[in-house]
Nanobody
């Protein structure tokens, strides 16, 4: 069993930065694919970024060049550094972990464990 706890959300002005953290329990977490998703009010949950156990990273087009996902295996933590934030980035951000590296990264149902989410609000 893996438990995920997000932190680092908050209110920031457009153009600002935030770093989200996803701390995980479980000795096998380092072998999991970990992703960040977000959901704005009235919208579907959408994929933001993911990192495989190998270190390979993937991003949705709208955050490429602004967001960076990384993992610290020693700390069992995955980070999402968000720079040049825009009002349209406002959402609840959740991290998720998948036991399988073969599943499609952008599909929420392919993840086995979820955190509770952290609110990110970007003011214009």
């Amino acid at each position: 069993q893996v438990q995920l706890v997000e932190s680092g959300g908050g209110l920031v002005q457009a153009g600002g930065s935030l770093r989200l953290s996803c701390a995980a329990s479980g000795r096998t977490f380092n072998t999991y694919t970990t992703g960040w998703f977000r959901q704005a009010p009235g919208k579907e949950r959408e994929f933001v970024a993911a990192v495989r156990w190998s270190g390979d990273t993937y991003y949705r087009d709208s955050v490429k060049g602004r967001f960076t996902i990384s993992r610290d295996n020693a700390e069992n933590t995955v980070y999402l550094q968000m720079n040049s934030l825009k009002p349209e980035d406002t959402a609840v951000y959740s991290c998720a972990a998948s036991r399988s590296s073969a599943r499609a990264l952008g599909v929420p149902n392919n993840y086995d464990y979820w955190g509770q989410g952290t609110q990110v609000t970007v003011s214009s």
